[in-house]
Structure formats: C-alpha cells, structure tokens
Nanobody, 122 residues
Framework: QVQLVESGGGLVQAGGSLRLSCAAS????????MAWFRQAPGSEREFVAA????????YYGDSVKGRFTISRDNAKNTVLLQMNSLKPEDTAVYYC???????????????WGQGTQVTVSS
C-alpha cells in the first residue's frame, strides 16, 4: 500500500516556474515507478512525466518535453516535478501516481494522490 500527498501547486504567471512535490508513505518506495498526470476541466487525464524506481529512465509527454523535469529522492520517499516556462495551457490539477513497472497510461496506475491545482495566468 502506498499513500501519496502532493504539494507545491499555486498561481503563477506565464513564463514562470513551479516545483511540485509528492511525498510517499511505505518502505518500498524505490520499487515503484512514479508518474505525474494532469487534468484540466472538461478534459481527460493527461500523462505528464514518469520515472523508474531508481531514476534511470524518465519519460515525458510531448507537451512538456524540454520544460518539465521529473526527479526523485528515494531516501526521502519524494518525487518532484520541476516546471519551467509555464504556459496557460498547463493549467490543471496535477496528480502523483505510483505503480510497479513503467506505464504512461493512467488506467494502469494503482495509487494516486489527491491532486494539487496549478494555474498559469497569461
């Protein structure tokens, strides 16, 4: 069982930066593939980024490549999402998720946080 709690969301102007954090419970954090998804009102949940258990393989959605960076600190059971050059279209609720093994499909993730709102003003 893994419990996830996101933090770090907020309001930022276009071109600005935010860093999201996801704190995980459990003793086997490094066994989990961690990911970030986002969902805007009226839209489906969208894959943002994912990272393997030891941080050796990272994956990004096309809309965030080159702007967002996912990282993790297994000693602190934490995964981060550094978001730079933010755009109004990045506005969404951002969710942290965990599963065993890599996937970019939200339906395959077993564990989810409650989400944190990111709003980018133009």
């Amino acid at each position: 069982q893994v419990q996830l709690v996101e933090s770090g969301g907020g309001l930022v102007q276009a071109g600005g930066s935010l860093r999201l954090s996801c704190a995980a419970s459990g003793r086997t954090f490094s066994s989990y593939h961690m990911a970030w998804f986002r969902q805007a009102p009226g839209s489906e949940r969208e894959f943002v980024a994912a990272l393997s258990g030891i941080g050796s393989s990272a994956y990004y959605g096309d809309s965030v490549k080159g702007r967002f960076t996912i990282s993790r600190d297994n000693a602190k059971n934490t995964v981060l999402l550094q978001m730079n050059s933010l755009k109004p279209e990045d506005t969404a609720v951002y969710y942290c998720a965990a599963r065993m093994g890599p996937s970019m499909s939200s339906s395959q993730y077993n564990y989810w946080g409650q989400g944190t709102q990111v709003t980018v003003s133009s």
